[in-house]
């Protein structure tokens, strides 16, 4: 199962005396503030849960694989999450 915008929304709803369309808000306004944080080049840290953080990853030269020429993979960002050590536990049952 994956987990979706919509289910968090339910989930939301279904755990506090808000309604539907207020919970909606609140999961995009939580989002929204998330993706602008990371547009500022700002981490984002959520205390039992893990790290998110925009990298750099420069320029390099790749291979085509089907002809095997070399071409320019021009600089970009990435977006990292780094999983805290909490969550790794309770994953593996710690």
């Known amino acids: 199962m994956t987990l979706t915008k919509a289910n968090i929304v339910d ?7 808000v309604t539907k369309k207020e919970a909606s808000e609140y999961v995009n ?6 993706k602008e944080a990371l547009e ?3 981490e984002i840290k959520v205390s039992g849960f ?3 953080e925009v990298r ?6 790749g291979r085509n694989p089907r002809t095997g020429d070399e071409i320019v993979i021009p600089e970009r960002k990435v977006l990292r999450f780094k ?3 909490v969550l790794k536990d309770e994953l593996n049952g710690n």
Do not use: P
């Open 11 to 17: 989930v939301v709803y279904d755990r506090t005396q």
């Open 29 to 34: 306004e939580l989002f929204e503030l998330m």
């Open 40 to 42: 500022d080049g700002e």
């Open 50 to 52: 893990g790290k998110f």
């Open 56 to 61: 750099r990853k420069g320029e390099r030269v």
């Open 83 to 85: 999983v805290s050590q």
